[in-house]
Nanobody, 125 residues
Framework: QVHLAQSGGGSVQAGGSLRLSCEFS????????MAWFRQAPGKGREGVAS???????DYTDSVKDRFAISLDTKKNTMDLQMNSLKPEDTAMYYC???????????????????WGQGTQVTVSS
């Protein structure tokens, strides 16, 4: 059974940085995607960044050049480095895993079946 455990997040002023981590275990297949999603109050869930086990990444336009996703398959961790944070980045952030046999994990192609518990990110102006 896949298990995802998140850490990091918190509160920061606009322009600051935060780092989210997702430790995973129980993966059964060696071809997969992992991603970060977020959901702000009153809004739908949004894909933020994704990464394929072989490296290709995808970002939603609003975070390009500010956020960076990384995957360490030796430590079984996935991180999201968030820089130049804006108030509109405020949301609950979730890590996710999905088995995927394609070469990339571009949104919204991949179905993610496993989810972390969520962590709050709050950016004040």
């Amino acid at each position: 059974q896949v298990h995802l455990a998140q850490s990091g997040g918190g509160s920061v002023q606009a322009g600051g940085s935060l780092r989210l981590s997702c430790e995973f275990s129980g993966l059964r297949f060696n071809s997969f995607c992992m991603a970060w999603f977020r959901q702000a109050p009153g809004k739908g869930r949004e894909g933020v960044a994704s990464i394929h086990i072989k490296g290709p990444t995808d970002y939603t336009d609003s975070v390009k050049d500010r956020f960076a996703i990384s995957l360490d398959t030796k430590k079984n961790t996935m991180d999201l480095q968030m820089n130049s944070l804006k108030p509109e980045d405020t949301a609950m952030y979730y890590c996710a895993h999905g088995v995927w046999w394609g070469p990339r994990c571009d949104f919204p192609a991949v179905e993610y079946d496993d989810w972390g518990q969520g962590t709050q990110v709050t950016v004040s102006s």
